[in-house]
């Protein structure tokens, strides 16, 4: 079964700087894809960027970008030039094809004026 | 189209008690799929259907609990003789699978059910 491990519970950011999230995943499968999920507190999951694992490219949504690393199976979320509406809890999860999405355990992120 | 819906919000129950919780997903989605979420805590997979049929349960998913799909459209979660155990989010995604030149299915979230038991 695949697992998906964010070792971050808690992160804090002051306004406009950079932070990166961590997450690590297990599989044995070469075809997956990967995604980031935001949840502000009206619990609802938002995607913020996602990954295919064939692709080498690492993907970007603005001030977004991962860091996807497959030999180390490794997938960081960098989020550049913080603001406060982007406090939430970060989910990472993990989806091979056709099947459901397994998620981590979150991260929260807090961000300081 | 506004999204994913789940109804009710927010309901509290008695311990013993069955509830039931609906979820419309975005009306050309195919795929609808149900996760609990408590709190801290990632969400995890319960069950999904593409159109009708129940293609996958998980473990988690106890004989007290039953999806349904009857038309393909709608859905509903039941959960019988409720435990306090089974206080949660309960969150509905609902997703276009087989789309032509999109091998990656993008699933989109309800705001969820908070379930508290007493």
């Known amino acids: 079964a695949q697992t998906v491990t964010q070792s971050q519970p808690e992160m804090s950011v002051q306004e406009a700087e950079t932070v990166t999230l961590s997450c690590t995943y297990d599989?044995?499968?070469?075809?997956?894809?990967l995604f980031w999920y935001k949840q502000p507190p009206s619990r609802q999951m938002i995607l913020v960027i996602r990954?295919?694992?064939?692709?080498?490219q690492n993907a970007t949504e603005n001030r977004f970008s991962v860091n996807f690393q497959k030999a180390a199976k490794s997938f960081s979320l960098k989020i550049s030039d913080s603001q406060l509406g982007d406090a939430a809890m970060y989910f990472c999860?993990?989806?091979?094809?056709?099947?459901?999405?397994?998620f981590g355990g979150g991260t929260r992120l807090m961000v300081k004026p | 189209d506004t999204g994913v819906s789940q109804n009710p919000r927010h309901k509290i129950t008695k311990r013993g008690q069955n509830v039931t919780f609906r979820c419309d997903p975005i009306s050309e989605h195919n795929r609808l799929y149900w996760y609990r979420q408590t709190l801290g805590q990632g969400p995890e997979f319960l069950t999904y259907?593409?159109?009708?049929?129940?293609?996958?349960k998980s473990r988690l998913l106890s004989d007290r609990f039953s999806a349904e799909r009857p038309k393909g459209s709608f859905s509903t979660l039941e959960i019988q003789r409720t435990e306090q155990g089974d206080s949660a989010m309960y969150l509905c995604?609902?997703?276009?699978?087989?789309?032509?030149?999109?091998?990656?299915?993008?699933?989109?979230f309800g705001s969820g059910t908070q379930l508290s038991v007493l």
């Open positions: 259907f593409q159109n009708e049929a129940q293609l996958e």
């Open positions: 990954q295919e694992a064939y692709k080498q």
């Open positions: 999860a993990y989806r091979s094809p056709g099947n459901m999405l397994t």
């Open positions: 599989t044995s499968e070469s075809d997956y894809y």
């Open positions: 995604a609902s997703s276009l699978f087989g789309a032509p030149g999109d091998g990656n299915e993008k699933l989109f």
